[in-house]
């Protein structure tokens, strides 16, 4: 649940971050210091979210294009539970809420990642009221209660442009048939 605290990795804080990773132990604070943190971010506020666990173009690119409609970018991730719970498939995540964290953490155009428990991140927006919500244009947006939630405090909810063919689905597809292939052929043993 977001209020017992968020995983917070951000660029200044990443070694320290790698450090108490390392010991076990994640960075962890309180949802007032996310506030805190957040209350210091550039306005508008941009705001997304996702499992992002094998990242790739697609979500560089649409990380890029949602940080050029504000002055941040707040990505909040899935938590490992959370993404069980989605059904996205045996095995996933494949990547640690902490590493996805970490990597999106090391791009540029990310100012701040939180991780969350739930299903959907309503209660995180709830709590941080972003001027701007985004997702990727594989979503009806419109349909979202994240889109209608951002709108009762005036912000905006935008779906960015899909890029067909990159999805960390597809990647592990295509990752699974080499290796079936590779079996197959004796190449793995």
Request: charged fraction near 25%; charge should be neutral.
């Amino acid at each position: 649940m977001v209020a017992h605290g968020a995983t917070r990795v951000s660029r200044i804080s990443f070694s320290a971050a790698a450090d108490a990773a390392a010991h076990d132990d994640a960075v962890r604070f309180s949802l007032d210091a996310a506030r805190s943190t957040w209350s210091r971010l550039p306005r508008p506020r941009v705001f997304t979210n996702g499992v992002f666990d094998l990242l790739h173009r697609g979500h560089c690119e649409l990380l890029h294009d949602a940080r050029a409609l504000g002055g941040s970018l707040v990505v909040a991730i899935n938590s490992d539970a959370s993404v069980r719970r989605l059904g996205k498939g045996a095995g996933r995540p494949f990547n640690t809420a902490f590493d996805r964290a970490s990597l999106l953490a090391a791009l540029r155009d990310v100012d701040l990642v939180v991780t969350f428990d739930e299903d959907t991140p309503c209660e995180l927006l709830a709590q941080l009221r972003p001027e701007i919500y985004v997702k990727g244009g594989d979503y009806d947006v419109a349909r979202l209660p994240e889109a209608a939630l951002v709108a009762s405090w005036g912000g905006r909810a935008l779906a960015l442009r899909y890029r067909p063919g990159l999805s960390t689905t597809g990647i592990a597809g295509r990752i699974a048939a080499a290796h079936a292939a590779a079996a197959l052929e004796g190449e793995i043993a």
